[in-house]
């Protein structure tokens, strides 16, 4: 288990990184709390087997303002990238003057594929004199050399990831290969290629919800497909079709 009170944390290594337990580097302080990035590189592959938290929380209860800011994760692997447990970089500060919030984002590059759990990165600064709430999401880019799989979701909402945010959610970026097979990435099914749950960085056209296949599968998957939903969401699916042999031609099946 690696915790931490703010710290940052950071792991470089040119083969294989595995942390059995939780990366904790949660700050909660008065009046400002500022937590600990995560930052892991590996020539080979990652593996955390549990929670990842960097989020703050503050409260001021006089006058003053509170001010909250969590650490970005950064995750970069030469092959497969897998995080069993949620990764939360939310921010949350309460004062009476006007306070202030910044989460994390969330930035995780896998050489193949890349699996986590489920992902929040939401922000809420409570003015308490104004009766106010307001706060703007971290965004959370996601990119694989092959699959895209997160395996959880939030038993009470159904939710994998949240940017949501009473300003604005942030914005969620995804790009995939859909793996030596092609699958298509579906919200509402992590069994190949998806999420379990949908994704919620707002209201209305800001939320994608299950049960959707992107791209939607008439015949053939276009190549470099992308996907927008709202003003927040991309998905991108970089397939490129195979060149036929030279002199020779080559045949595609519906899929």
Not at 109 to 138: K, M, P, Q, R, Y
Not at 173 to 196: E, K, V
């Amino acid at each position: 288990t690696t915790a931490g009170g703010g710290g940052p944390v950071r792991l470089v290594a040119p083969g294989n990184i595995t942390v059995n337990g939780t990366i904790d580097t949660s700050a909660n302080q008065f009046p400002t709390a500022i937590s600990g990035s995560v930052t892991i590189n590996a020539g080979g592959n990652i593996l955390v087997t549990d929670r990842i938290t960097t989020a703050a929380s503050s409260f001021a209860n006089t006058a003053g303002s509170a001010t909250s800011v969590s650490g970005n994760v950064q995750m970069t692997s030469g092959g497969s990238l897998t995080l069993l447990g949620e990764i939360n970089t939310t921010a949350v500060a309460f004062s009476d003057d006007l306070p202030s919030v910044t989460p994390g984002t969330i930035n995780l590059n896998a050489g193949s594929d890349l699996v986590f759990d489920t992902i929040v990165t939401s922000a809420f600064a409570v003015f308490t004199f104004g009766e106010t709430t307001f706060g703007t999401g971290g965004d959370v880019t996601l990119i694989a050399n092959g699959v895209v799989r997160g395996t959880g979701a939030n038993v009470e909402t159904g939710e994998t990831i949240v940017t949501e945010s009473p300003t604005q959610g942030g914005k969620v970026t995804i790009q995939h290969n859909g793996g030596p097979n092609n699958f298509r990435f579906i919200i509402g099914d992590a069994t190949n290629n998806g999420l379990a749950g949908s994704i919620n960085t707002g209201t209305g056209i800001d939320t994608l919800a299950p049960t959707q296949t992107i791209p939607v599968a008439p015949l053939l998957v276009p190549p470099n497909n992308v996907f927008t939903q709202g003003n927040n969401i991309r998905i991108t699916f970089i397939n490129s079709p195979p060149a036929p042999p030279s002199g020779g031609t080559i045949t595609l099946s519906p899929g």
